[in-house]
């Protein structure tokens, strides 16, 4: 929120309705998220001088879209300024022609595997095609994806991102998931993990952390929109403050917990949540960063960088960000990447990774995710530099 200017004409509040001697307050952002170096939406707010509230006022329509404001330079300084992108240029395809369709949004890869989440509610394990891309693996049931289900045995998780832990698939795959597809008016943000070993061609979900009424309401498909997992070993070394307590992260504190944390990406907010999930069903949130940017469709942890890649799709122009451990023991921003000059502005949901392995000459693979499957094509493939 900003200062409260008098109203000192009808015309300075927009509207001809505005009384005299008022007060206009102008508030920036939607009151939850952390102001971060992005512009924001608007609203103004008319209030007599003994604070009763008037009313909304309208802001002025035409053909810009919404109102939006630019945080003074001072916030601007916080995050580092837009750059290149740190790997080649170009993208290509790396599937075949509509092997997926629309929908493609959340990406892991695991060495020779990626996970890939659709938000139609499926999951696909692919393999390496043999020309630098991927397609389904056609053993195990794999070969047309496995439609997901709550751990009821019913609903359509509306699946926008997936993970590994440490333990890799042996330890279950995670998926982030906004909504029951079949109630799509209602949030639920849970995190559900899937059972992979066995053949059959549905997965029901072995777990879920349900953790909508732990985080600010959003629209039901603004919800988690990426998730990931940091060890433990990684965020103890590097001093990271735990929210819940206020003291250094102590893994210690919690009870048994897959040996890391789970970030998760709101596309609504662009806030990033850090969670530890219990075994047990329990969950503790103990970190809240915001991204600086309007959405997070994609978070991925780099072992090789030890840094955390958050991804907005074109919202915010392909935008990646890089964020590490700073020294006060929270996320903050370490570098702000333009999207490759060679790839448009398409609907990436999904990014990953390749591992330290397959670093050649200073480059290794990562991919992207793109729902509208433009052109027929739903992963493409570049480079970033290790
Ligand atoms: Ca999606
Ligand atoms: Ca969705
Ligand atoms: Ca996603």
Known sequence: MTAAPVITSAASAA???????????HRVGDGNASSGDDAAPVSTDEYTPSGAPVRPVAPPTGDTGALTDTPPSTLAANSPAPVAWPGGASVSTADGSNV??????GLHQAGGVMWAAQNNGRL??????????????????????????????SGAPDSEGVTLTGSGAAGGVFVSSERNSGSSGTSRLSVLRYDVSGSGTTL???????????????GSNLGFEGVTWIPDDYLVGAGFADASTGAAYNPGGY??????????????????????????????????????MAGVMELQWEPQG???WAVCDNT??????????????????????NRPTGMPNYNNEGFSLAGADECVNGFKPVYWADDANDGGHALRRGTVTC
């Not at 397609?135 to 070969?143: E, L, R, S």
């Open 15 to 25: 509207s001809t309705a505005s009384t005299m001697g008022n007060a206009a307050v």
């Open 100 to 105: 997926f369709g629309e929908d493609l949004s």
């Open 124 to 153: 696909w394990r692919l393999i390496p095609n043999g020309s630098g891309g991927w397609k389904p693996d056609t053993v195990g049931g794999w070969a047309s994806g496995k439609p997901l289900r709550f751990p009821s045995g």
């Open 204 to 218: 029901t979900a072995t777990k879920e952390w349900n953790l909508t009424s732990d985080l600010p309401s959003v």
């Open 255 to 292: 009870g048994a917990h897959t040996g890391g944390v789970f970030f998760l990406g709101v596309e609504g907010t662009g806030m990033i949540y850090g969670y530890v999930l219990q075994d047990s069903g329990a969950f503790t949130r103990i970190a809240a960063i915001s991204g600086g």
């Open 306 to 308: 030890l840094r955390l």
């Open 316 to 337: 915010c122009n392909g935008q990646h960000r890089t964020l590490k451990v700073d020294t006060s023991g929270t996320f903050a921003v370490t570098a702000v990447y």
